[in-house]
Antibody
């Protein structure tokens, strides 16, 4: 079964750090572009970051550039998102998503269930 | 960044109705547009990519059209399972952006 399963969410204080993981199964992870998308409570969707299949290329939204780092371990079929200097406005459900498409044109074809990150003191 | 604007924000309709949701891009994105359906408490689900290509397993009552800056999602005959929130997303360039969403409600 094709599946993405996020973990690592939880409650963190402002200024703190958190690392999210996403375990992939059922498809060839090492050749798949992967992304993170978040959704604040009651709000819309926001793309955060993208990583190529090899991990050699990464892209970030301006809102998280310099604070978040995307990475992957293809030997473990796992995607990561390291989040630092967290703010209240980072509170959201974070989704791991498999990209579909080509070159720089990636839509979001397969979504995990999401993991909730709450930034609060 | 490319801005995506959906209309309407909320749409009330009945089972069997034909409905159309519009998405407008702030600049041309060719056909690099996707549509997603999201139900409360669930992850979004891809419906359409490249403006008009139906994703695998998506019912044929869903269709997409448009290019450049104007796009539409049409549901030909609403079913009870279709009441949800719909998002468009441009993927013309990095810094992918979504529309604000259209909530489809039961009339």
């Amino acid at each position: 079964e094709v599946q993405l399963l996020e973990s690592g969410g939880g409650l963190v204080q402002p200024g703190g750090s958190l690392r999210l993981s996403c375990a992939a199964s059922g498809f060839t992870f090492s050749t798949s572009v992967m992304t993170w998308v978040r959704q604040a409570p009651g709000k819309g969707l926001e793309w955060l970051s993208l990583i190529s299949g090899t991990g050699g290329a990464t892209k970030y939204a301006d809102s998280v550039k310099g604070r978040y780092t995307i990475s992957r371990d293809n030997s473990k079929n796992t995607l990561y998102l390291e989040m630092n200097s967290l703010r209240a406005e980072d509170t959201a459900v974070y989704y791991c998503v498999k990209g579909g498409g080509q070159l720089s044109h990636w839509y979001f074809g397969l979504w995990g269930r999401g993991t909730l990150v709450t930034v609060s003191s | 960044d490319i801005q995506m604007t959906q209309s309407p924000s909320t749409l009330s309709a009945s089972v069997g109705d034909r409905v159309t949701i519009t998405c407008r891009a702030s600049q041309s994105i060719s056909s690099w547009l996707a549509w997603y359906q999201q139900k409360p408490g669930k992850a979004p689900n891809l419906l359409i990519y490249k403006a008009s290509s139906l994703d695998s397993g998506v019912p044929s009552r869903f269709s997409g059209s448009g290019s450049g800056t104007e796009f539409t999602l049409t549901i030909s005959s609403l079913q009870p399972d279709d009441f949800a929130t719909y998002y468009c997303q441009q993927y013309d360039s990095y810094s992918y952006t979504f529309g604000q969403g259209t909530k489809l409600e039961i009339k």
